[in-house]
């Protein structure tokens, strides 16, 4: 009963990955906040193995809970925010308002979701998502993204440098 | 089998949280943290949209989304720190030296 065994794996991490979610939102400390966003990647990787997406699952750990939520730490230590300042809370007003905007667009995005109403997923063959065919697709249809993506780290790094230094 | 509106459903769920935070919250960090989670819910539309075709170029896509997020958060953090280290604040509200007062 393989169909059966893929709604069971689905709804567990679907509630974890919209309870961290939430707790991301919630969450006072930013420190609070940056280990829900862990678990939330987590959970999405996941749910990525379960749509036979498994060099991104991967990347997803490496490069999401790993590299740039150490990086989220770091900034966080480095900022030491006292207690006050971290409290405050936007306006009620405000905090309404977003709440409402966001709910809105829920709305519309799952109603357009309904719309286009309910498709099966096809089967695959063994090839699909693994590295080898990710990197067919990537080397030959999207090799100058690819190299251009290179031009755009290496101007990040050096953007980043020159806004962080305290003097050039 | 998990049908696909289920998968897109969720990502739509996971956008308007991401877009909630955004709005709501006052610490640059945390809304970071935001828009993170809202282009994790396009990749995770993306990734939904190539298994149902099914077409390997979503997953290049992603790919792609995933590189240009780590650069966003490389130079954002590194915003973040400049704003905090001349003004001693993290608070977008607070942030105005441009408004035109």
Same mark, same amino acid.
């Given at each position: ?142 090799? !100058? ?24 | ?17 991401? !877009? ?8 640059? !960090? ?6 993170? !989670? ?64």
């Amino acid at each position: 009963m393989p169909d059966k065994a893929e709604i069971f794996v689905f709804w567990p991490l679907a509630v974890l990955l919209v309870g961290f979610a939430g707790g991301v939102l919630a969450a006072r400390n930013p420190v609070y906040a940056a280990m829900s966003l862990v678990g939330a990647f987590f959970c999405m990787s996941g749910l990525y193995v379960l749509l036979t997406a498994h060099l991104v699952a991967f990347l997803q750990i490496l490069v999401y809970a790993g590299a740039i939520m150490v990086l989220f730490l770091f900034v966080i230590m480095l900022l030491s925010l006292s207690d006050e300042e971290l409290g405050v809370s936007r306006m009620k007003a405000m905090q309404a308002f977003g709440a409402l905007g966001g709910i809105g667009l829920l709305a519309v995005l799952l109603g357009a979701v309904h719309a286009s109403g309910d498709q099966g997923m096809p089967p695959v063959d063994a090839r699909f998502g693994t590295v080898k065919a990710v990197a067919d697709v990537l080397f030959r249809q999207y090799l !100058l993204p690819f190299e251009a993506t290179s031009v755009l780290l290496l101007v990040a790094i050096v953007g980043a440098v020159m806004v962080a230094k305290q003097r050039v | 089998m998990v049908p696909a509106s289920h998968y897109l459903s969720l990502a739509a769920v996971l956008f308007a949280i991401g !877009l909630a935070g955004v709005v709501t919250k006052r610490n640059a !960090l945390i809304v970071f943290m935001c828009i993170e !989670l809202m282009l994790n819910a396009a990749n995770f539309t993306f990734l939904a949209f190539a298994r149902m075709k099914p077409d390997l170029s979503g997953h290049a896509i992603a790919f792609f989304v995933i590189a240009v997020a780590a650069a966003e958060a490389a130079v954002g953090l590194a915003i973040v720190i400049a704003v905090f280290r001349s003004r001693g604040t993290v608070n977008v509200d607070e942030v105005t030296a441009i408004k035109d007062s």
